[in-house]
């Protein structure tokens, strides 16, 4: 059985896998190695709620999709296991290269795609067959490199941490399923989170998330790739519908908003059970940022956090606290949209 799960939940590019990785080396964790989308939406993907978002209230959790969950959960658990290196990726993705999948596909930066896999990069989303959308997101993630459970430690229980974008939406629906749960919530700067997202819907290949039931009108997305007009990226928040013919950096501030605004209300309702950190605190001071975070969520410390040499997770470019001024005119010109909220976090 799972107790006290341990959900990692932030705006899309916030940070939330680099604190998913890092929570992954207390001997404590289990884990499914990506973000959950593949379950959750099986069973509540948005099609199938009116296209409304991936908002989901302590109503929806019926007893027999909380059982469900439960169990696809369970069965997705492994060890986290030793991190892989570069080399052990290079050699997945020439296996699997060789099997006729595209490595462009998976989460390794570009210049070293492009160093080992020489040939014209693919464009546009990864499709299943007959083009619709596959459960897992790009940039894929490498399996979990550690056992499965054991009847007896399931017996006992195990500490799951799983981490979905789609989460800041769901908090009600995520107490009502696992009523021991603990929280890590996580913020970034809005300035290098809306350039991050700008470049996550600029990637020719990466994060898609929905083929949309009605034309996107997008400035500076929909009229830039052919794919524009069909496909939105990572999560969808509840009012989607009203930014479908805004540019490009609106859309993402407003999806900073909506995505703050509804981790700030979770965090304050959810008291002893959560903690909301800073990114840049993840990265400046892991180990006590992380011993804050242990004690909400009740682990041991790891002595594993005490180590600065964090991973690189869910990039195609090194990570780079200015990487957001290429967008700098952009983004300056919708900070105004998440100046009281962006205030309210301290940034």
């Known amino acids: 059985m799972l107790t006290k799960p341990i959900f990692i939940v932030g705006h899309p590019r916030s940070g939330t896998s680099l604190v998913r990785s890092l929570l992954e080396r207390s001997d404590q964790i ?3 190695g990506r973000e959950g989308k593949p379950i959750w939406e099986r069973h509540l993907h948005p099609s199938t709620r009116d296209w409304h978002s991936n908002e989901l209230t302590a109503a929806d959790a019926t007893p027999e999709l909380a059982a469900t969950l439960r169990d696809e959960l369970l069965a997705a658990c492994r060890r986290p296991g030793v991190e ?10 020439h296996f699997m290269s060789a099997q006729g999948i595209r490595p462009y596909y998976y989460d390794v930066p570009f210049a070293v795609l492009k160093e080992h896999f020489p040939e014209v990069p693919p464009e546009g989303p990864p499709t299943a ?3 619709d959308e596959l459960d897992e997101i790009t940039p894929f993630c490498f399996p979990p490199r550690g056992p499965r459970p054991t009847a007896d430690q399931l017996a006992d229980g195990i500490r799951l941490v799983e981490k979905s974008i789609q989460s800041c939406f769901r908090v009600p629906f995520l107490r009502e399923v696992f009523p021991d749960a603990k929280y890590v919530f996580v913020v970034r700067d809005p300035r290098s989170s809306i350039g991050s997202l700008m470049d996550a819907w600029l990637n020719p290949r990466m994060f898609f998330s929905y083929r949309m039931p009605v034309p996107l009108r997008i400035e500076g997305y929909s009229d830039v790739f ?9 999560s969808l928040p509840p009012g989607w519908e009203d930014w479908i013919g805004l540019r490009l950096e609106e859309v993402c501030a407003l999806s900073w908003l909506t995505h703050n605004q509804a981790v ?12 909301l950190v800073r990114y840049e605190d993840v990265k400046a001071d892991p180990a006590t940022t992380f011993a804050h975070i242990a004690e909400t969520v009740d682990l041991p410390f790891a002595d594993a956090w005490h180590s600065t040499e964090l991973p690189i997770v869910m990039t195609q470019t090194r990570p780079d606290p200015n990487k957001w ?9 919708v900070l105004p949209l998440i100046t009281d909220l962006s205030t309210r976090l301290g940034y």
């Open 264 to 275: 700030l209300q979770a965090a304050e309702t959810l008291a002893d059970d959560a903690i």
């Open 84 to 93: 892989w290196a570069m080399a052990d990726k290079l050699d997945f993705l």
């Open 226 to 234: 052919p794919w524009g007009k069909e496909w939105w990226n990572l």
């Open 129 to 131: 067959p007959n083009g």
């Open 325 to 333: 001024c290429r967008h700098e005119p952009k983004i300056t010109s």
């Open 30 to 32: 289990w884990t499914i």
